[in-house]
């Protein structure tokens, strides 16, 4: 196997794109780590061991494949671009415990995909994902309920938006999506210069340890989650009247006013100060009204 430290640095990292022709692509969001303390300290971060089996998405030409591959029993690396399989494949190909896949993540059935390759392994997710499939791909991790861990470099504004608190203004729906799935926290940032070609705006390495248990199941949860979304559709409205334009057809105005006094809040409140117990309490008053 190449060395790692012999590929994470820009001369190395240009000499062996250069090597085959690689070419940046804009539309596949791709922008490749060039700085090695970086990659070790999100495995540092990522509290891995040999007993997880680690998907990784977008290796890119395997900056933090190599590093997630020296601490975990196995690692899962999806790649979109056929360009880079070859690439992967032969830096790789002395590794025993590191499986190249080409495929969309979008796409791939992760639970068929990742039994396949990783079994008798707990599953994590630890990657530097492409900036425009951040919130698709978290959702779909989190969605798939096989991750015990999510250790994902994003956008700095979407790790703040992950983290939000209620009442700030990076707090939305997908926050409490978050939060309620699973415990986020953001390690540490990371700059342009850490990036071949650089990006535009500072990243992010956020770290979300999936909750064992969660307050709501079933159709309690799905109409939690209405709520959520309804609240805020239109942040600039009111409480009262987000959700009566989703709920105008089940309950009138002045009966969504009285739920939301009768859980404890103001008239004029808007969603974006609700934290998930508030929207649970509110859910549960908006549908038994409607039982």
């Given at each position: 196997m190449t060395n790692e430290k012999t590929i994470i640095n820009t001369h190395t990292t240009r000499d062996i794109l250069n090597?085959?022709?690689?070419?940046?692509?804009?539309?596949?969001?791709?922008?490749?780590?060039?700085?090695?303390?970086?990659?070790?300290k999100i495995v540092q971060e990522s509290k891995l061991d040999k007993s997880c089996g680690v998907l990784e998405v977008g290796p890119g030409i395997g900056a933090l494949t190599s590093e997630l591959c020296s601490v975990a029993g196995h690692?899962?690396?999806?790649?979109?671009?056929?360009?880079?399989?070859?690439?992967?494949?032969?830096?790789?190909?002395?590794?025993?415990?590191?499986?190249i896949v080409q495929g969309d993540i979008l796409k791939l059935n992760l639970k068929e995909t990742?039994?396949?390759?990783?079994?008798?392994f707990t599953y994590h997710v630890c990657a530097n994902l492409p900036y425009n499939i951040t919130t698709p791909a978290i959702t779909a991790f989190i969605d798939s309920n096989i991750f015990e861990s999510i250790t994902v470099m994003v956008?700095?504004?979407?790790?703040?938006?992950?983290?939000?608190?209620?009442?700030?203004?990076?707090?939305?729906?997908?926050?409490?999506?978050?939060?309620y799935h699973?415990?986020?926290?953001?390690?540490?940032?990371?700059?342009?210069?850490?990036?071949?070609?650089?990006?535009?705006?500072?990243?992010?390495i956020i770290r979300m340890k999936t909750r064992t248990s969660k307050p709501l199941d079933g159709e309690n949860e799905k109409k939690f989650f209405r709520v959520v979304k309804a609240a805020f559709g239109q942040r600039r409205k009111t409480l009262v009247n987000a959700l009566f334009a989703v709920f105008e057809k089940t309950h009138s105005k002045e009966r969504i006013t009285e739920i939301v006094t009768e859980c404890g809040f103001d008239a004029r409140i808007r969603g974006e100060v609700l934290g998930i117990d508030d929207f649970i309490k509110l859910s549960e008053a908006l549908f038994a009204a409607n039982s």
């Open positions: 090597v085959h022709g690689f070419k940046f692509s804009k539309s596949m969001g791709q922008n490749f780590l060039i700085d090695a303390n970086i990659p070790r690692v899962t690396a999806v790649e979109l671009d056929k360009r880079l399989i070859p690439i992967l494949n032969n830096i790789f190909s002395d590794q025993e415990n590191v499986c990742v039994d396949k390759t990783m079994s008798g956008q700095r504004e979407v790790a703040l938006r992950i983290c939000a608190e209620p009442g700030t203004p990076e707090y939305g729906a997908f926050s409490v999506y978050a939060n699973t415990k986020p926290e953001i390690l540490f940032n990371v700059p342009p210069e850490c990036f071949m070609p650089r990006p535009k705006v500072m990243s992010s």
